[in-house]
């Protein structure tokens, strides 16, 4: 089956304008993250959403980062007034259910602020 | 606080010959260890995972892991790697109770000399 797919694969923008990111998760998957991979800080946590609960976002940065999940399914980060230090790759995961399961993960997101 | 560690940034090992990654844990709870492989350009695949049971445990692609929970530690093996293998690896560490959050290690790039 498909695997979860992220939108676009590459984005360049502006310092100060908003992006979005889409992530759509396997089907099925009651689970969705968002990673960020940038040099010197390497992979993390952004945040988590489960079902109906009420997301994790103990991971955003800053209040410039937001995200959404409509229908428990696929989900967009927001970035306002972009920096350049937003500039990383955005990873999107999905896991089946609430116990312990593993994640899979999309391509990603490669996001550049100018 | 909660991290792993990646002590090798960089290994650099020639094809046929044996392979070990180091991953030390940092974790106040019973962890959930996994090994990923992230190609030039690709998202990240799980090699294998622990949750509980055999310390050795066998993953895709010829991998093995074995978690010592004495030393904190969950290597990752291979006895003879091949080209093909050359990526970045990436040992996590996540929690149970649906707290599923993933800590990464900063990675080690593999090389592979033919």
């Known amino acids: 089956g498909a695997g979860v797919s992220q939108s676009p694969s590459n984005k360049v923008t502006e310092k100060g304008k908003d992006v979005e990111l889409r992530c759509d998760p396997i089907s099925g998957h009651t689970a969705l993250y968002w990673y960020r991979q940038s040099l010197g800080q390497g992979l993390e946590f952004l945040i988590y959403f489960q079902g109906n609960s009420a997301p994790d976002k103990s991971g955003l940065p800053s209040d410039r980062f937001s995200a959404e999940r409509t229908g428990g399914s696929v989900s967009t980060l927001t970035i306002q007034r972009t920096q350049q230090e937003d500039s990383a790759v955005y990873l999107c995961a999905s896991s089946p259910g609430q116990t312990y399961n593993e994640q899979f993960f999309g391509p990603g997101t490669r996001l550049t602020v100018l | 606080a909660q991290s792993v560690t990646q002590p090798d940034i960089h290994i650099t090992v020639s094809e046929g010959a044996s392979l070990e990654l180091r991953c030390n844990y940092s974790?106040?709870?019973?962890?959930?260890l996994f090994w990923y492989v992230q190609s030039p350009g690709q998202g990240l695949q799980l090699l294998l995972k622990?949750?509980?049971?055999?310390?050795l445990v066998q993953g895709i692609k010829g991998f093995e892991a074995e978690f010592k929970r004495s030393q904190s530690s969950f290597n990752l093996r291979k006895p003879s790697v091949h080209w093909s293998d050359a990526a970045e690896y990436f040992c996590?560490?996540?929690?149970?109770?649906?707290?599923?959050?993933?800590?990464f290690g900063a990675g080690t790039r593999l090389a592979v000399h033919p």
């Open positions: 974790y106040g709870a019973t962890p959930y």
């Open positions: 622990y949750f509980s049971g055999d310390t």
């Open positions: 996590a560490v996540g929690g149970s109770g649906g707290y599923n959050k993933l800590i």
